[in-house]
Structures are given as C-alpha cells and as structure tokens.
C-alpha cells in the first residue's frame, strides 16, 4: 500500500481521515488550512484543533513536507530549488520576483517524456510522474512562500501527461481550505494532449497556455513530437470553442528563434490561425541549448510580431527571460542533474 502524506490531500480525504479518528469535517477544514497556508509549523501550533487530533494526523500520514535540497540563486534575483521527492524523483522549481508579482514555476513530472527538441527537460528522459502534493509542496516549501502571488505549471514534465495530479494540486492551490490562490493567478502550460487538455478546461478554472513553436504543421512535427498525435490547430479549435469563464485567460506560448520561426509567413499563419479565437499570444525570447545553432530572434523582431499580431486586433505581449545565469528559464531546467 502506498504511503500516506497529508499535503496532497484535498478536502474530503482529510475528512474521512479526521472521521476515521473520531474528530469532525469542520476541525478537517481547520486543519488543512494550518497545514497548507503555514506547513507542519502551523499544523502543530494551531489551537483550534484538540493536541489528540494533530497528534492522531500526524501518526496516521507523513506531513508530505519537504524543503529543496538544493538553492541557486541568479544575478536577477530568480531562485532554482532542487527537490527530492521521499520517492527520491529529482525535480526542479523556480522562484521569479517581479515588480508587481512572485510567481513559483512548478514542475509536474520528473523529467519528461515528450521529448521536444528546444526543452532539456526532455533530454533527462522521464523519471515519474510527480504527486499532487510533490506539486503542492514546491509553493509551500519555497523560503519566500508568504510572498508568492502567482503560480505557473511550466516547469519539469508536461501537466497533461499527469492530469489527474495537475488537477488534484490546482484544487488544493485555489481552495479556500488550501492556500486560497486566486485561479486567475494560476496558469497550466502545455503542449496539447487532447484529453487532457479538454479535461482540464472542464475541471479547472485556472487559466491554459499551448507551447506552439510553429504555426505550421510539418515544422512543429519536427521539433515537439505530440503534434504527431494532438495537432495544435485542434487544440487551438477546442481552446477556442470552449465556454469563456470570466477573466481566465487562454494563450499560445510562441518561442522566437532567429530565422526558424520568426519570417513573415510565420507571422502572418499565426494570425490566420489565431483571429478571432480570443487566445492571447506570449512571445518568448529561444535559450541556446548547448552548442544547439539555433538562437533567439532579437529584441526588435519580438516586438515586430507582438506590434503585428495586435494590429490585427490578436492580444500579445513580449516576455522577458529570467534566470538564464542559472538554467532556470524555460526549457533549461534538468541542466545539469544526473
Ligand atoms: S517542452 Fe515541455 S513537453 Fe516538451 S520536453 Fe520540455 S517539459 Fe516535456
């Protein structure tokens, strides 16, 4: 029998857990609010439960809580943390302070086994898939925890390829029994498994974004192997069509790479495909790969595109890169684990 932790847990298991031990669903809901918003810490120091109860919990499941295993810190101020997992699955997560946002970039798998061209993730292979509270654990366990506003699911693994634990720890991230982050402030990144892909749509709130790289066909086969079997203009028709919840936001991450993907052409087919679908655009800057001959499309060019793509009435928005110092922009993490 699997071993049992405490954070991974939702609600009405932490319930049946308290009702098994003789204790009640309103002191489960006290509990998992100490345990998710302030960790074991907060679980042992709350006096609104009985000291029987916590004690009961705490020797009927593990907490599930553990710090990294590893810190790096980058020259602007963007913090990678190794974990490893009680199962003993490397992953990495990344810490990004911004102005206005702190936002935790979450890894769902060990590895990944998708295997796309410009990721290193998919050069470690795959290692596992990651638990609910493995995902959880990454906000919770962070130093900076009490400062983090948003969460994003682009870190090691594709979401979609672990869905019933993506949704699992979105649930336990939004509730107001967990740590009560808005769904707004929560984004899912893939590169489009539809089943997964039509699940998360009806079971989250959260927002979604598909990692694109071409707009063509042919060319995105070639360097993210899922187009293969979930073509992107179907996710992009499924995105589209999907009932709009208020203020969730739907985009394609597009990676520039100079003389890759950056023509005229692509341009323009990324606009025939993505007008009037209400999907935003992200722009983001291609991380050199080893001695890969690919590199980012300059500066001039991504705003080119973004400056095109809203004059055809597309939202879009150029973004910048962190933590490249230290290997934990995107599609670097697994630089360096054995
Ligand atoms: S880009 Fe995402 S899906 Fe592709 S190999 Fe990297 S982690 Fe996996």
Known sequence: MDKKYLCGLNIDEISDLAKAGGFTRSQALIAAVALYRKGESGLQKTTRIPASMKKYLLESASPGIYPPVKSEKSADGTVKHLFVSPEGKKYESVYIPEAKRRTVCVSTQSGCRIGCLLCVTGKYGFHGNLSAGDIV?????????????????????????????????????????????????????????????????????????????????????????????????????????????????????????????????????????????????????YHTIGDDSWESSPDDRMHYFRNSLLMSGISASVRKSRGVDISAACGLLASGMA
Request: net charge neutral.
């Open 137 to 285: 654990n990454q906000v919770i366990s962070n130093p900076f925890r009490d400062k983090v506003t948003h969460v994003v699911f682009m870190g090691m693994g594709e979401p979609m390829d672990n869905t019933d634990n993506v949704l699992k720890a979105a649930d336990i991230l939004t509730a107001e029994w967990g740590l009560a982050i808005s769904s707004r402030n929560i984004t899912v990144s893939t590169v489009g498994i539809t089943s997964g892909v039509k699940r998360f749509l009806a079971e989250s709130f959260c927002n979604l974004t598909l990692s694109l790289y071409s707009p063509f066909p042919e060319e995105r086969i070639r360097v993210i192997p899922a187009e293969r079997e979930y073509p992107a203009r179907e996710i992009i028709t499924i995105m589209a069509s999907w009932p709009l919840r208020k203020k969730r936001r739907l985009s394609i991450a597009y990676v520039m790479i100079k003389g890759v993907n950056d023509s005229e052409e692509h341009l323009e087919e990324l606009k025939n495909i993505l007008i009037s679908t209400g999907i935003r655009v992200n722009i983001l800057p």
